[in-house]
């Protein structure tokens, strides 16, 4: 079982950035499809981007344009770049893998 470790998240203002990491355990990013995900309270669950062992990303249409996601295989790490963010982005942010390995998370929070 792969562990998964968050980090990258803080408070930042409305229309800033963060970046988040997530480093694994072992090697996974070069072989598996691996993905972000956000959990606010009394909101649903929902996929915020993924990228597959090719490099074919995927973006929810809420963060579209807004968001990056790579990994650097050497590093065993995935990254997500937000930009511009909004109050509504403001969640618990997860990494996780095809096998449903989750981390912990690191929590967003943009005010507005």
């Not at 800033?16 to 669950?45: E, Y």
Request: glycine share 10%; net charge neutral.
């Amino acid at each position: 079982q792969v562990q998964l470790v968050e980090s990258g998240g803080g408070l930042v203002q409305s229309g800033g950035s963060l970046r988040l990491s997530c480093v694994a355990s072992r090697n996974i990013f070069a072989s598996d499809t691996t993905s972000w995900h956000r959990q606010a309270p009394g909101k649903q669950h929902e996929l915020v981007a993924s990228i597959t062992p090719g490099g074919t990303t995927y973006y929810a249409d809420s963060m579209k344009g807004r968001v990056t996601i790579w990994r650097d295989t050497a590093l065993n790490t995935m990254y997500l770049q937000m930009n511009n963010l909004k109050p509504e982005d403001t969640a618990t942010y997860y990494c996780s893998d095809s096998s449903r390995n989750w981390g912990q998370g690191t929590q967003v929070t943009v005010s507005s």
